[in-house]
Nanobody, 124 residues
Framework: QVQLVESGGGLVQAGGSLRLSCAASGQTFSSDAMGWFRQAPGKEREFVATINWSGGSTYYADSVKGRFTISRVNAKNTVFLQMNTLKPEDTATYYC?????????????????WGQGTQVTVSS
């Protein structure tokens, strides 16, 4: 079993930055692909970013390319989402997720474990 706990959410002004962390526990973390998803009020949960087991491959939603960066430190069992140039449209609950295989994926259905989420609010 993999347990995920997000942290780092909060209230920021448009144009500001925030870094989310996801602390994972489990013997297979280093071989798990990881992803970040978000859900805004009244909208479906959507893909944000994903990273493969080694951190060598990353993929981003078009809406966050150039602004967000996903990274991982396997020795610390931690995944990060650095968010820069935040926009009000980024306001959402952010979730990290783990996939039992090593290949990154943009699809929710391919992930096996989910955190409880952390709230990010960007004011105008």
């Amino acid at each position: 079993q993999v347990q995920l706990v997000e942290s780092g959410g909060g209230l920021v002004q448009a144009g500001g930055s925030l870094r989310l962390s996801c602390a994972a526990s489990g013997q297979t973390f280093s071989s798990d692909a990881m992803g970040w998803f978000r859900q805004a009020p009244g909208k479906e949960r959507e893909f944000v970013a994903t990273i493969n087991w080694s951190g060598g491959s990353t993929y981003y939603a078009d809406s966050v390319k150039g602004r967000f960066t996903i990274s991982r430190v396997n020795a610390k069992n931690t995944v990060f989402l650095q968010m820069n140039t935040l926009k009000p449209e980024d306001t959402a609950t952010y979730y990290c997720a783990a996939r039992k295989t090593s290949m990154a994926s943009k699809d929710e259905g391919n992930y096996d474990y989910w955190g409880q989420g952390t709230q990010v609010t960007v004011s105008s």
